[in-house]
């Protein structure tokens, strides 16, 4: 599934290509992917309103349209927002948005993505989306706060770092990356992190988004940006998919095991489940 870095790809190749456009047309192959309205309803509203601008919060994107609303976006597992210069035969779209000049299309191959017309301004009623956290790579979540979502909590960290309510826009792959960088095990309980370690988890996040972006996003499967090509950050990963193979700073082998039902690597000598106080 895209996170934070992949979504920020998205919008950045995107963006030059579709603000400032006006939209002329709608063509929904898939009704199921308009979760809050129907065909018609999305026609309406949308046509022949202007694009003023793409944002992310998390791993949703938001078209901002002239008038009072914006149309939200979630990718999901498989969905591909692509630009196309020209009409083209496409029978994978789901959807496709015609520009003045230049087309929007979206693919899904498992259409659990989706479009929400939600007002620009104030509560959208979109399942999750109110009640979003701050953005991993906003100014918003300092160590400070992070601090503050762990302290007294029972959770494993893990688990606290993939709800969205505590911070937007992290999954599966950079939780284990940052878990790895700041040698803290995945399992470990929210609560026994040290005031040091959180400093040091959160500039590990920092770091491996900076380096996910950088890199164009990872791509295990299915990511492509807004022209269709992969990330290389797939290539630069220290323990996500190695599961079995020697641990970059130690040799030792890296291990893999569920932690609330997520596949997770780490290093059992590395990542140890308290360490020990450190003399430096
Ligand atoms: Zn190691």
Request: one cysteine or more.
């Amino acid at each position: 599934m895209p996170e934070l870095p992949e979504v920020e790809t998205v919008r950045t190749h995107l963006a030059p290509y579709v603000v400032g456009k006006r939209i002329v047309q709608v063509e929904v192959n898939a009704p199921n992917v308009l979760k809050n309205t129907t065909v018609p309803g999305f026609r309406n509203r949308v046509v022949g309103k202007r694009i003023e601008g793409l944002v992310r919060r998390g791993k949703y994107l938001q078209f901002l349209l002239s008038g009072e609303q914006a149309v939200l976006v979630h990718l999901r597992m498989t969905g591909k927002l692509l630009y196309r210069p020209a009409l083209q035969e496409e029978p994978r779209a789901r959807l496709r948005l015609h520009l003045q000049k230049g087309l929007l299309v979206y693919e899904d191959v498992r259409t659990f993505g989706g479009f929400w017309l939600v007002p620009k301004t104030g509560p959208t009623g979109v399942p999750g989306y109110d009640t979003l956290g701050p953005d991993a790579a906003g100014e918003a979540f300092t160590a400070a706060y992070l601090r503050q979502c762990l302290a007294g909590k029972k959770r494993m960290i893990k688990a606290l770092l993939l709800d969205q309510h505590v911070v937007a826009g992290l999954g599966n792959i950079y939780v284990d990356e940052a878990l790895f960088a700041a040698h803290i095990r995945p399992d470990r309980q929210a609560a026994t992190i040290s005031r040091t370690e959180v400093g040091k988890l959160h500039a590990a996040i920092g770091r491996v988004l900076a380096q996910g972006l950088a890199h164009g996003g990872t791509t295990i499967r299915d990511f492509v940006d807004s022209n269709g090509r992969e990330g290389t950050n797939q290539s630069f990963l220290q323990v996500y998919g190695r599961e079995g193979m020697p641990c970059p700073h130690c040799g030792t082998r890296l291990v893999y095991t569920k932690v609330s039902g997520r596949g997770t690597r780490y290093c059992p000598h590395c990542q140890r489940k308290r360490r020990r106080t450190q003399h430096v």
